[in-house]
């Protein structure tokens, strides 16, 4: 038995690109780091990021944002949802996404996960029908796209509008549709653990100029809706921009300075993240103890981390694995704890709702570990990580 130990850190991103760094010294240079802020031709590099945003993304309209947890709320505020709705959700996701519901005074209906972490299409089914929810807030959590053409299937018959939390698949693709595409609106996160990293940020994107008006004026535009790279036209701002409150949420030049040069950069980075999940995938899939969640076919994934069950260890053998591991230099979260800890917390700690009964994903949470695969690290090193934890998983199996 080897007690190797990895000495690499789970939380070290990349460096921001050089370019990237000329540019938001350039903007710092000008003065004018607010959006609206420009010199006589000057489209703003806000402005230009959303155009190329859209344009990668396939969408025609994209709104820049301070969060992804602010394309979230003003989603869900420009899809009009208010006080009372209720709105469907996954059980297993991260906080920003109850939090958001909350925001708008919705009222989560948690769905249940299946082994392979995808939202449970039966359940959504009977939840949309006893609900009477008239939306899904779908999270794609760590990736995992589920089945979209079954999906959307359900929200036609049960007629409910998909905003899809698109936080963890930006670029991810489905039947070579990228996430973001299938519902009526999508949000992502530029924060700096995602897949482009400008330390805070988000986008929203769609497809419909109304509802794209009305988070325009949400996000905080003043009467500068003119000034944006992929919004609609000024007549959708017609009544709407007596309407809609002022909520404050705007990207700023300096942000979308850092992030331009990035997004030429996300296919590489998209193949780069899936070399160092395949090679930990291949190497836990030998221990017959570890369920890896299947990828489908149908799925273009973006392996920016990893996740992976241990079903036969009680709460006990969870708890020690993730510390010997993490005396070994690789941590892992563990979404079994009943403690929120880090950016990890499970549906019994979002208390400012009804608790709601999971059987299903708590079972399969009760297992489930989960570790960042940082573009910092490299083949070699995923080797010596996967190597460590089925070391692991070895001392501490019943
Ligand atoms: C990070 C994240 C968000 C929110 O993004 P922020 O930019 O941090 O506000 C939303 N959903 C999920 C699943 C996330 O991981």
Not at 26 to 36: I, P, Q
Not at 312 to 324: P, S, V
């Amino acid at each position: 038995m080897t007690s190797r130990v990895f000495r690499g850190s789970f939380t070290q991103q990349e460096p921001i690109p050089e370019e990237a760094i000329e540019a938001a010294v350039a903007v710092m240079r000008s003065g004018r780091l607010h959006r609206y802020n420009l010199a006589n031709d000057e489209r703003g590099e806000t402005a230009l990021l959303e155009r190329e945003f859209a344009d990668w993304q396939g969408s025609t309209y994209c709104l820049a944002l301070a969060s992804g947890g602010q394309s979230i709320q003003i989603g869900l505020r420009a899809a009009e949802v208010g006080t009372g709705d209720r709105v469907l959700t996954n059980a297993f996701t991260l906080a920003p996404v109850p939090g958001a519901i909350a925001a708008v005074g919705g009222l989560p209906v948690l769905v249940e996960i299946d082994e392979n972490l995808r939202l449970d299409l039966d359940d959504l089914d009977r939840k949309a029908a006893e609900s009477g929810a008239k939306t899904l807030l779908l999270s794609h959590m760590r990736g995992h796209l589920c089945d979209m053409d079954g999906l959307m299937a359900v929200a036609a018959r049960r007629g409910f509008r998909v905003i899809e939390d698109c936080a963890h698949t930006m670029g991810a693709r489905w039947n070579r549709t990228k996430s973001g595409n299938f519902g009526m609106a999508a949000c992502f996160s530029t924060q700096t653990y995602k897949h482009m990293n400008s330390g805070e940020g988000g986008f929203l994107t769609s497809h419909d100029p109304d509802f794209m008006a009305r988070a325009t004026i949400l996000s905080g535009s003043y009467m500068f809706y003119d000034r944006h790279g992929a919004g609609p036209d000024e007549r959708h701002f017609e009544a709407t921009r007596y309407q809609m409150p002022n909520h404050s949420a705007r990207m700023d030049a300096l942000r979308a300075a850092i992030l331009r040069p990035q997004l030429p950069r996300l296919e590489e980075n998209i193949a780069r993240w899936n070399a160092l999940y395949n090679t930990v995938a291949a190497e836990l899939v030998k221990c017959s103890a570890i369920a890896v969640p299947m990828r489908p076919q149908n799925e273009d994934m973006v392996g920016s981390s990893i996740q992976f069950r241990v079903p036969a260890l009680d709460a006990a053998g969870c708890q020690a694995l993730t510390r010997r591991c993490g005396e070994h230099g690789v941590q892992l979260k563990w979404f079994g704890n009943n403690e929120p800890s880090g950016f990890t917390s499970g549906h019994g700690s979002w208390q400012y709702f009804d608790s709601q009964s999971l059987p299903c994903t708590d079972r399969i949470l009760s297992t489930l570990f989960d570790m960042r695969l940082p573009l910092t690290f490299s083949p070699q090193d995923c080797k010596l990580i996967a190597d460590i934890i089925l070391e692991n998983v070895g001392t501490v199996r019943p």
